[in-house]
């Protein structure tokens, strides 16, 4: 089955820094990589996802890459609030009608003001 | 529209009861994720209901069980709850069709004595 590695697993940064978390899948037939953050006492919310024939995408602050070949993917964080400061997971899945994700253990991003 | 809702919040119960969790989608979302959520393990997949029937199955044993209404509403029920059952149980709802960008609800925190 599919394994999906994340690090790190702790985020230290100061206010207006960049963070990025990188993570790693096994299976190459993975093609839906979806990036959730989750705040204390709530459920995972999805901030942006990215699919296999696609290399980069960006939200505002937020941008995610893919390295197919290298089977990795990235999510970067430019001028880091303090509202960012949450668990960040990654997860890998096929997509379509049998989606069973994987996620990464997940990262937990600290921003100091 | 209204996000996904998990009913209870919060639940406490002791070895060998059992357990029912709900867990009503965003209007319109046909298919219905539950994932259990644990420090030591992380997100895991639990099973996935569309259209009333199963069609995902995570590795859980039988003790865990679900089910989904007409109405789209699901139900996850867990018998002889044992210590390690105490999590954090999530619901996610997807949009028809295969778009695989899940909602999550806020979870039910699971507490077994």
């Known amino acids: 089955g599919e394994n999906v590695e994340q690090h790190p697993s702790t985020l230290s940064v100061q206010e207006g820094d960049s963070a990025v978390i990188k993570c790693t899948y096994s299976d190459s037939a993975s093609n839906y990589f979806p990036w959730y953050k989750q705040e204390l006492g709530k459920g995972p919310q999805l901030i942006i996802d990215i699919r296999s024939n696609v290399g980069e995408k960006k939200d505002q602050r937020i941008a995610v890459t893919l390295n197919k070949t290298a089977k990795h993917f990235s999510l970067h964080i430019t001028e880091t609030q303090p509202e960012d400061s949450a668990v960040y997971f990654c997860?890998?899945?096929?997509?379509?009608?049998?989606?069973?994700?994987?996620f990464g253990r997940g990262t937990s991003l600290i921003v100091h003001p | 529209k209204a996000g996904v809702t998990q009913t209870p919040r919060y639940l406490i119960k002791t070895r060998g009861q059992q357990v029912t969790l709900s867990c009503s989608p965003i209007?319109?979302?046909?298919?219905v994720s539950w994932y259990q959520q644990t420090p030591g393990q992380g997100l895991q997949f639990l099973f996935e209901?569309?259209?009333?029937?199963?069609?995902n199955k995570g590795n859980f044993p039988g003790r865990f069980s679900g089910r989904q209404f007409s109405n789209s509403r699901s139900e996850m029920n867990v018998s002889t709850l044992e210590l390690g059952d105490s999590a954090l149980y999530l619901c996610?709802?997807?949009?028809?069709?295969?778009?695989?960008?899940?909602?999550f609800g806020p979870g039910t925190r699971l507490t077994v004595l």
């Open positions: 209007s319109g979302h046909r298919s």
């Open positions: 996610a709802s997807e949009p028809t069709g295969a778009t695989d960008t899940q909602y």
């Open positions: 209901y569309f259209s009333e029937t199963q069609r």
């Open positions: 997860a890998a899945s096929k997509s379509g009608g049998s989606y069973i994700p994987t």
